[in-house]
C-alpha cells in the first residue's frame, strides 16, 4: 500500500528554519490537494496549511508569513519550509493528501517531530 513519508524533522532553536519533507512511497494517482498537518504535545492535531494542484496554497493564521507549502501534487511531493520558529510551534508534523471526490484526507504519512527550543 502506498504510503506518505516524512522527513527534515528535529530540534532547532527559536527563530530558526527547518524544512521538512513529504513523498509518496509509490505513486497516487488523482490527488486533488496535499497539506501539513501538525500536533503539540497534549493538544488535538490542526491543520498547518494546503496546497492544490494548480499550485494554490492556504495557511493557518497561526503560520501565516512564516511557513511556505510547497510542491507538486500531481507527483504527490510537498515541502514545509519553516521559518523565525517559536516554541509553539513544536509539535508533531504530518503531511496528508486528497483525492478527487473525497472530503476527508485519505492518506497520512507517519510524521515527523519538530522541537523549537527556546
Known amino acids: 500500500q502506498v504510503q506518505l513519508v516524512e522527513s527534515g524533522g528535529g530540534l532547532v532553536q527559536a527563530g530558526g528554519s527547518l524544512r521538512l519533507s513529504c513523498a509518496a512511497s509509490?505513486?497516487?494517482?488523482?490527488?486533488?490537494?496535499m497539506g501539513w498537518y501538525r500536533q503539540p504535545p497534549g493538544k488535538q492535531r490542526e491543520q498547518v496549511g494546503t496546497?492544490?494542484?494548480?499550485?494554490?496554497?492556504n495557511y493557518a493564521d497561526s503560520v501565516k508569513g512564516r511557513f511556505t507549502i510547497s510542491g507538486d501534487v500531481a507527483k504527490n511531493t510537498v515541502y514545509l519550509q519553516m521559518n523565525s520558529l517559536k516554541p509553539e510551534d513544536t509539535a508533531v508534523y504530518y503531511c496528508?493528501?486528497?483525492?478527487?471526490?473525497?472530503?476527508?484526507?485519505?492518506?497520512w504519512g507517519q510524521g515527523t517531530q519538530v522541537t523549537v527550543s527556546s
Open positions: 509509490g505513486t497516487i494517482f488523482g490527488l486533488r490537494a
Open positions: 496546497i492544490n494542484n494548480s499550485g494554490s496554497t
Open positions: 496528508a493528501a486528497l483525492r478527487y471526490g473525497n472530503s476527508a484526507w485519505n492518506y
